[in-house]
């Protein structure tokens, strides 16, 4: 059993452990607050470009653009299909970046031929050790999502697709369901999907509802608005992701301070027991020297 100054010096080392992870915490809470604000204040803009596109595909379904173009005459097995993957710049987030990666791999093994655009540092450094080519990483871009930064992320992606460089887009985040539930989830960002902007289910399509004017055209409409869209989309998930990683992190640490208390608990009591052993020790000593003395003057 180790002595009252070896566990003493412990308990200092995990009390400087727990300012550190209740730091941490209250950091990552003021990060998570700060986020939230400003995906809400952002939101309506980026659903009225979706109703947008709803209404214009609502109202020409038969419109041709190369952003809804799945490309039907490549086989699945030959499609170029891009993935932008969004981890964290550093860990201490539970299984934040863990399960990002697994959903990666998930599509990776599925065949054809993936291309990563990796959002964080830990994505770039976890595919380079795994010998996983990457496209294109963006630095500085996770720990402060922003539109510019989304911006630069749809004009690389929409020119790869436009060129025929790709032939499907993906974006793989972390999406905060709760405040104790974080899940990786992968959508589809182009071609887009008209499923995603069809007339809602209750409305019959040769009533009137409203007339809407295009100019010039509908497909010029489609051609200024999709980037923007995508752009929000991207935008959106970049702080969902950065959402889930500050909670991923307030957890982790709460949990680590709680592991910490708990273990200044048990050595606690260890050091209370080693230090009355002592002290009964020193006072044992004490009583037989006092012994010995009284039997060596009756000498």
Not at 128 to 157: C, H, L, W
């Amino acid at each position: 059993m180790a002595n009252a100054r070896e566990i003493q010096s412990r308990m200092n080392s995990i009390k400087s452990t727990m300012k550190i992870t209740n730091a941490m915490y209250t950091i990552s809470s003021s990060k998570l607050k700060k986020a939230r604000k400003n995906l809400t204040d952002t939101e309506p803009y980026f659903y009225a470009l979706q109703r947008t596109i709803s209404r214009i595909v609502r109202h020409t379904p038969e419109i041709e653009d190369p952003y809804f173009d799945t490309r039907p005459q490549i086989k699945p097995e030959d499609k170029k299909i891009g993935y932008i993957v969004v981890t964290a710049d550093k860990g201490l987030a539970g299984a934040y970046n863990h399960n990002v990666f697994k959903m990666v791999q998930e599509q990776i093994d599925k065949g054809g031929n993936p291309m990563l655009f990796v959002v964080g540092e830990l994505g770039q450094q976890y595919f380079v050790r795994k010998g996983i080519p990457v496209e294109q990483d963006f630095r500085y871009t996770v720990q402060n999502p922003n539109m510019s930064r989304a911006r630069i992320i749809e004009e690389k992606i929409v020119d790869y697709f436009l060129s025929g460089k790709l032939d499907e887009v993906y974006m793989i985040y972390t999406r905060m369901v709760n405040a104790m539930k974080m899940e990786a989830e992968i959508t589809q960002l182009l071609p887009l999907p008209k499923s995603n902007f069809s007339v809602p289910q209750g409305i019959p399509i040769d009533i009137h509802l409203e007339e809407i004017t295009m100019k010039p055209s509908p497909k010029a409409v489609i051609d200024a608005i999709v980037p923007n869209y995508i752009a929000g989309f991207i935008y959106g998930g970049l702080v969902e992701s950065y959402s889930s990683e500050q909670n991923s992190r307030m957890m982790a640490m709460q949990a680590a301070t709680k592991s910490a208390q708990d273990m200044l608990d048990e050595l606690a009591i260890t050091y209370n027991r080693v230090r009355q052993a002592a002290i009964t020790q020193e006072i044992t000593e004490v009583i037989s020297g006092a012994k010995a003395q009284k039997k060596k003057k009756k000498k």
